[in-house]
């Protein structure tokens, strides 16, 4: 293993500073896992938890498990291990509580670092595998480290204090989106917990009456078995009610009934018209007779 922290006058860096202390250097490479280590630093440390992944990895890719790959994101506030697609968070190893990196001389192709973790207070080691870049990617994280101290020397300390209280901050934001997000999932299943319960003790066949439907001009369809007046408009209002056949016989302006044909009767005609009607009828029969 070879130990990546140099901060030699003379040293030439391979990347800007603007580039690590305003942005990031990205790398692509494959994630072994870290395990917690005794030690902050040694070579030997890192050769052990190499070896153990190693073995651990093993085993997992004869099951059929690949290698993740990640993406890293070195400058000088720390490195960040992401998902390459979705850009999301795995680790965010803050550069202060690195103690350690080292590139493995043996396997050109493995890099690792020692980092404190923030919440159990414990080292871990972070193994990871680059073909080509095993090497760049340790030189990379002592630059950052370089500059990182320089700038803790040209202000007095504060910047690293500042740095920390950020960290401190950014972590409790962390938690609070983790607290929300199973805040919303709880009333998510409290909501659909309350709506089963409503279906379950409702009446069953119970239907929630529905408005008739209309026809193109506005108008409710004719229904000879539904009763007009029970029916509402589309203002809410009652349509007039239709007037009832009455039995009692109506007359005309002079008070008589009117003349219906299939009703009329002999004794229907007054007497004097009676009479002649009946002796134009007996005319009509001798008439007939004599021919």
Known sequence: MNRAFSRKKDKTWMHT??????????????????????????????RDAVRKLKF??????????????????????????????????????QLHRISFCADDKTDKRIFTFICKDSESNKH??????????AEEITLTIGQ?????????????????????????????????????????????????????????????????????????????PFSPISHQSSMPTRNGTQPPPVPSRSTEIKRDLFGAEPFDPFNCGAADFPPDIQSKLDEMQRQRWRGSKWD
């Open 56 to 93: 651990a990895r093993h085993i997992k890719k004869s099951e059929g498990q690949k290698i993740p790959k990640v993406e890293l994101q070195i400058s000088i506030y720390g490195v960040k291990i992401l998902e390459p697609k979705t850009k999301e968070v795995q680790h965010n190893c």
């Open 144 to 220: 950052a480290f370089d500059l990182a101290y320089r700038k803790f020397l040209e202000s007095g300390g504060k910047d690293v204090e500042t740095r920390k209280q950020i960290a401190g901050l950014q972590k409790r934001i962390q938690d609070l989106e983790t607290e929300n997000m199973e805040l919303k999932n709880k009333v998510q299943d409290l909501e659909n917990q309350l709506r089963i319960t409503q279906v379950s003790t409702s009446p069953a066949g119970s239907m929630t009456p529905r408005s008739p439907s209309t026809d193109i001009f506005d108008m409710i």
């Open 17 to 46: 500073p603007e580039a690590l202390s305003k942005h990031f250097i990205p790398y692509n490479a494959k994630f072994l896992g870290s395990t917690e280590v005794e030690q902050p630093k040694g070579t030997e440390v890192v």
């Open 124 to 133: 871990l080691c972070y193994v990871f595998d680059s073909e080509k870049c």
